[in-house]
Antibody, heavy 118, light 108 residues
Framework: EVQLVQSGAEVKKPGEALKISCKGS????????IGWVRQKPGQGLEWMGI????????RYSPAFRGQVTISADRSVTTAYLQWSSLKASDTAIYYC???????????WGQGTLVTVSS | EIVLTQSPATLSLSPGERATLSCRAS??????LAWYQQRPGQAPRLLIF???NRATGIPARFSGSGSGTDFTLTISSLEPEDFAVYYC???????????FGQGTKVEI
């Protein structure tokens, strides 16, 4: 069974850096694209970008290009989402999910709540 | 960019009733449309992909239909656990994932 387990909630100040993780189970992790999705409080879903852990090929949504960095370490079957300088507007729940059929997201992590506040 | 508009924003129904949710695209997405359910405090769950294919483990009371720009998610008889928010999502040009609709809340 595919499982994606994300790192725990974070509370950060504006301007701080952050890297959150998404650990996948099984060898199939490196054979599927992994996507990151943002959900701001009380709002809908926005896809941020995707990565292929097998070779770290990465694509970003135009809205998030330059704002975050997506990476992966296949040796530990983990994908990452990072910020170099957080803003209050980055406060949200961030989900990782496996891409199925080149657009649907069929297995999701439990989400990581990131709170950015001074 | 293709925009997905879901209606209604909120659907108030009782257990056992039929729910019909709409998702309209600003241009044709052909047959590449998915539906997700999100219960409070939980991650989204894939229900339907490619318009009408149920994902693994999804009950038969969930069905999807439509083509081109107009799509429907139907829940034939609402169970208590079906009261949630539902999102549609379309496929953009790979390797870009498509946008999500703004969601429909199904409430008791």
């Amino acid at each position: 069974e595919v499982q994606l387990v994300q790192s725990g909630a974070e509370v950060k100040k504006p301007g701080e850096a952050l890297k959150i993780s998404c650990k996948g189970s099984g060898q199939s992790f490196t054979r599927h694209w992994i996507g990151w999705v943002r959900q701001k409080p009380g709002q809908g879903l926005e896809w941020m970008g995707i990565i292929y852990p097998g070779d770290s090929n990465t694509r970003y949504s135009p809205a998030f290009r330059g704002q975050v960095t997506i990476s992966a370490d296949r040796s530990v079957t983990t994908a990452y989402l990072q910020w170099s300088s957080l803003k209050a507007s980055d406060t949200a729940i961030y989900y990782c999910a496996r891409v199925y059929g080149d657009y649907a997201l069929d297995h999701w992590g439990q989400g990581t709540l990131v709170t950015v506040s001074s | 960019e293709i925009v997905l508009t879901q209606s209604p924003a909120t659907l108030s129904l009782s257990p056992g009733e039929r729910a019909t949710l709409s998702c309209r695209a600003s241009q044709s997405v052909r047959s590449s449309l998915a539906w997700y359910q999100q219960r409070p405090g939980q991650a989204p769950r894939l229900l339907i992909f490619d318009v009408s294919n149920r994902a693994t483990g999804i009950p038969a009371r969930f069905s999807g239909s439509g083509s081109g720009t107009d799509f429907t998610l139907t829940i034939s008889s609402l169970e208590p656990e079906d009261f949630a928010v539902y999102y549609c999502q379309q496929r953009n040009n790979w390797p870009l994932l498509g946008t999500f609709g703004q969601g429909t809340k199904v409430e008791i």
